[in-house]
T-cell receptor
Framework: AQKITQTQPGMFVQEKEAVTLDCTYDTSDPSYGLFWYKQPSSGEMIFLIYQGSYDQQNATEGRYSLNFQKARKSANLVISASQLGDSAMYFCAMRDYTGTASKLTFGTGTRLQVTL | DVKVTQSSRYLVKRTGEKVFLECVQDMDHENMFWYRQDPGLGLRLIYFSYDVKMKEKGDIPEGYSVSREKKERFSLILESASTNQTSMYLC?????????????FGDGTRLSIL
């Protein structure tokens, strides 16, 4: 069974600083995908970034980058130059490519608070 | 842009009632999903559907059923609502054959069972 672990229930970061949100995963499948989502207090889930298990380079999307260490089974999200609007819950998720549909398994999330 | 629309943002029902949560997507996605979100537990998959009239149980299907009569619509049914089903419910949709495509979520329904 697949498992996602996010060990930081809450994090604080000062505006304009960089922050790393941790995510480790466990799977026996050689082919998988890792996703990060942001959930503001309003509730909607916003897709941020994707990393495939066979991708040679770490994914980047604007201020978001993914520190993918396959041997360690970790996929940490790095947010550079934090902004007040980055305050939200962040979820790491892994896609399962077996079966009839590509299901996602989610971690328990990290609440990020950006301070002045 | 993909649009996933959930029928209600907030819903209050009584124990024993039959509750319907509706979800519609406008991007012709094959897959649709229902999750519930509880503090400290993340998102847990209740049911999903990979085609019209096709459904599969997720991790926590007990007390729920689903219906998918049309490709764009996926309904979650609480057969006899109980207080432990008070939660945030999220619907999502995705394509089957594109590995890097994310699931797209609706805004969620905060359901309270009194």
């Amino acid at each position: 069974a697949q498992k996602i672990t996010q060990t930081q229930p809450g994090m604080f970061v000062q505006e304009k600083e960089a922050v790393t949100l941790d995510c480790t995963y466990d799977t026996s499948d050689p082919s998988y995908g890792l996703f990060w989502y942001k959930q503001p207090s309003s509730g909607e889930m916003i897709f941020l970034i994707y990393q495939g298990s066979y991708d040679q380079q770490n994914a980047t999307e604007g201020r978001y980058s993914l520190n993918f260490q396959k041997a360690r089974k970790s996929a940490n999200l790095v947010i550079s130059a934090s902004q007040l609007g980055d305050s939200a819950m962040y979820f790491c998720a892994m896609r399962d490519y077996t079966g009839t549909a590509s299901k996602l398994t989610f971690g328990t999330g990290t609440r990020l608070q950006v301070t002045l | 842009d993909v649009k996933v629309t959930q029928s209600s943002r907030y819903l209050v029902k009584r124990t024993g009632e039959k509750v319907f949560l509706e979800c519609v997507q406008d991007m012709d996605h094959e897959n649709m999903f229902w999750y519930r979100q509880d503090p400290g537990l993340g998102l847990r998959l209740i049911y999903f559907s990979y085609d019209v009239k096709m459904k599969e149980k997720g991790d926590i299907p007990e007390g729920y059923s689903v219906s998918r009569e049309k490709k764009e619509r996926f309904s979650l049914i609480l057969e006899s609502a109980s207080t432990n089903q008070t939660s945030m419910y999220l619907c999502a949709s995705s394509r089957t054959y594109y590995r890097n495509q994310p699931q797209h979520f609706g805004d969620g329904t905060r359901l309270s069972i009194l």
